[in-house]
């Protein structure tokens, strides 16, 4: 698989990292240390189930873990103090907080295949990851303040679209229920996202003249 976030490519088959086109050089466990992040995204990981998935079978100290995101962030071009990609977790663990797209094995561009609609705005969603939010770094940005940084996001892969609550204060609805668990979206479903309505329009819908409302 071939994820892009940020300058970087990471492409899990070839165990290659590129930044900006240029190859970076990871050690194994930093490889699979972002691996494990990028797997997990956004979900932040406890310390010691990075320990599990990193050393299965070795006993290691917390310090190896701070190594390994070091490493890291060197390699991605992520700077610690201010970190855009991968977040410390003081006490906890860490996070990937960056917005992620899945590439093809060619490094074509993939069309954007389903929509939003809201209001009289049409907003493409790419294939991979698309997250909702009220941060800079969202693909959809829904700058109000009821809205979380990272909100909500919706995977685009294979046809199908699902949406998940990243944790927001204020939830996620669908079809005007709050959202509890990861669900699959149809042609013509209402998102709620803070105060903002959004219509999802699914591949291959004709119809761009449906619209949704700011509550």
């Not at 010691?48 to 490493?71: C, F, K, M, N, Y």
């Not at 991979?128 to 996001?153: C, K, P, T, Y």
Request: charge should be positive; proline fraction near 5%.
């Amino acid at each position: 698989m071939r994820l892009r976030f940020g300058d970087c490519l990471l492409d899990t088959e070839a165990r290659e990292l590129r930044l900006g086109g240029n190859r970076r050089e990871l050690s194994p466990k930093g490889f699979r240390f972002l691996e494990v992040l990028l797997e997990a995204r956004p979900r932040a990981l406890a310390k010691q189930e990075i320990h599990g998935r990193v050393w299965p079978d070795t006993v290691v100290s917390d310090a190896s873990i701070a190594r390994l995101a070091s490493e890291v962030r060197e390699a991605i071009g992520d700077d610690a103090r201010r970190p855009r990609l991968v977040r410390t977790l003081h006490r906890h663990g860490y996070a990937f907080s960056g917005a992620v797209a899945i590439e093809p094995a060619d490094g074509a561009p993939r069309p954007a295949t389903c929509r939003l609609i809201w209001g009289e705005r049409l907003i493409p969603l790419l294939e991979g990851e698309n997250v909702l939010g009220r941060g800079s770094e969202a693909a959809v940005r829904i700058d109000f303040g009821r809205v979380s940084r990272q909100h909500a996001r919706i995977v685009v892969q294979g046809g199908k679209a699902v949406l998940e609550d990243l944790g927001s204060k204020n939830g996620t609805f669908h079809r005007g229920s709050r959202l509890a668990a990861p669900a699959e979206l149809s042609d013509g479903d209402e998102i709620g996202v803070g105060p903002v309505l959004l219509l999802f329009r699914a591949a291959g819908s004709e119809s761009t003249t449906e619209t949704g409302t700011v509550r």
